[in-house]
């Protein structure tokens, strides 16, 4: 029985309806997920986050390469039911948390346990609480729901405690927007790079999906900068504080000239945006799709205030 037989019929055994605005539309190709895994560059030591598993093929991939995964559910029944296909099989090496991934904070503890896989539930054994501070270094690896990619991006990359690489299948049109070179910048674009190195891996048609979905997918791998320039967290908040102010302002308005962003927002007369561009040897007809994430930094000196 293949993935998408496998899928049809647990999500007909549990009366598992596909929501759309949760994003669920689950891969049924295993080659797909071997390519997930490769790219992850798992070891056995490896402590994963995953988000959104779904009916769990890839967490139990997973489970098989690393020491521990955390398997983050959004939907009851899917957590539910994860947990009792992983206890059922004796992986015990998987955590089940039926929370919003956007509520966790990697410093801190899980909240308590609502669904955790191996262990008996009854009696006084209950599963001690797994800390934050156990998780060290961790990576993610996720079949991402689309409609969070932006602000878990955000999120997860801007953490102290950040993951050491992040595997996740994106949709395709937002992938190609976060590796976009200068010429094809965008807000997106800039605050992904500002804070990792992305790499698009792969290209996932929508037949790989049931129920299809409406748009293409792309396997990216992002490798967060672990070390930043400045070495004291204040000044480094207020480095990243004003950058993306610079940056926001700069794209705005994404017809005008860089200038007339700058000088709107900044509440300064166009000459006087201008010549600041011109101080950091940029053409005064630049507009902020053509800027890099290096360009921005050189162009932010300039319009501290």
Same mark, same amino acid.
């Given at each position: 029985?293949?993935?998408?037989?496998?899928?049809?019929?647990?999500?007909?055994?549990?009366?598992?309806?596909?929501?759309?605005?949760?994003?669920?539309?689950?891969?049924?190709?295993?080659?797909?997920?071997?390519?997930?895994?490769?790219?992850?560059?798992?070891?056995?030591?490896?402590?994963?986050?995953?988000?959104?598993?779904?009916?769990?093929?890839? +967490?139990?991939?997973?489970?098989?390469?690393?020491?521990?995964?955390?398997?983050?559910?959004?939907?009851?029944?899917?957590?539910?039911?994860?947990?009792?296909?992983?206890a059922t099989k004796g992986i015990k090496n998987v955590e089940v948390v039926n929370e919003n991934v956007l509520d966790l904070d990697p410093t801190l503890p899980l909240p308590p346990p609502i669904r955790r896989a191996g262990f008996v539930r009854g009696g006084n054994k209950t599963p001690p609480p797994f800390k934050g501070e156990d998780w060290g270094r961790y990576k993610v690896v996720a079949n991402l729901?689309?409609?969070? +990619?932006?602000?878990?991006?955000?999120? $997860?990359?801007?953490?102290?405690?950040?993951?050491?690489?992040?595997?996740?299948?994106?949709?395709?049109?937002?992938?190609?927007?976060?590796?976009?070179?200068?010429?094809?910048?965008?807000?997106?674009?800039?605050?992904?790079? $500002?804070?990792?190195?992305?790499?698009?891996?792969?290209?996932?048609?929508?037949?790989?999906?049931?129920?299809?979905?409406?748009?293409?997918?792309?396997?990216?791998?992002?490798?967060?900068?672990?070390? $930043?320039?400045?070495?004291?967290?204040?000044?480094?908040?207020?480095?990243?504080?004003?950058?993306?102010?610079?940056?926001?302002?700069?794209?705005?308005?994404?017809?005008?000239?860089?200038?007339?962003?700058?000088?709107?927002?900044?509440?300064?007369? +166009?000459?006087?945006?201008?010549?600041?561009?011109?101080?950091?040897?940029?053409?005064?007809?630049?507009?902020?799709?053509?800027?890099?994430?290096?360009?921005?930094?050189?162009?932010?000196?300039?319009?501290?205030?």
């Open positions: 029985m293949n993935l998408f037989e496998q899928t049809k019929n647990i999500c007909q055994l549990h009366n598992i309806k596909p929501s759309r605005t949760k994003g669920q539309n689950f891969l049924i190709n295993e080659n797909v997920y071997n390519k997930i895994i490769e790219s992850a560059g798992l070891k056995k030591d490896d402590i994963v986050l995953e988000v959104g598993p779904g009916l769990g093929f890839l +967490t139990e991939k997973l489970a098989q390469n690393v020491k521990k995964v955390i398997a983050v559910e959004l939907d009851d029944k899917l957590a539910g039911l994860l947990e009792k296909t992983l729901p689309y409609n969070i +990619t932006s602000i878990f991006l955000r999120k $997860f990359l801007s953490l102290e405690n950040k993951p050491e690489v992040m595997t996740l299948m994106l949709q395709k049109e937002v992938a190609e927007r976060i590796v976009a070179e200068p010429g094809k910048m965008s807000l997106l674009a800039v605050s992904v790079q $500002f804070f990792s190195e992305p790499e698009i891996v792969g290209c996932v048609g929508s037949k790989n999906f049931w129920p299809e979905p409406d748009v293409e997918s792309a396997i990216i791998h992002l490798r967060p900068h672990l070390a $930043f320039p400045l070495a004291k967290r204040k000044e480094r908040e207020f480095e990243e504080k004003d950058f993306f102010r610079l940056v926001k302002i700069g794209f705005s308005s994404k017809r005008k000239m860089l200038k007339n962003n700058l000088a709107n927002g900044y509440h300064i007369k +166009t000459s006087e945006a201008l010549a600041r561009i011109k101080l950091a040897h940029f053409s005064e007809n630049i507009r902020a799709q053509e800027l890099s994430v290096e360009d921005w930094k050189k162009l932010l000196p300039y319009f501290l205030e």
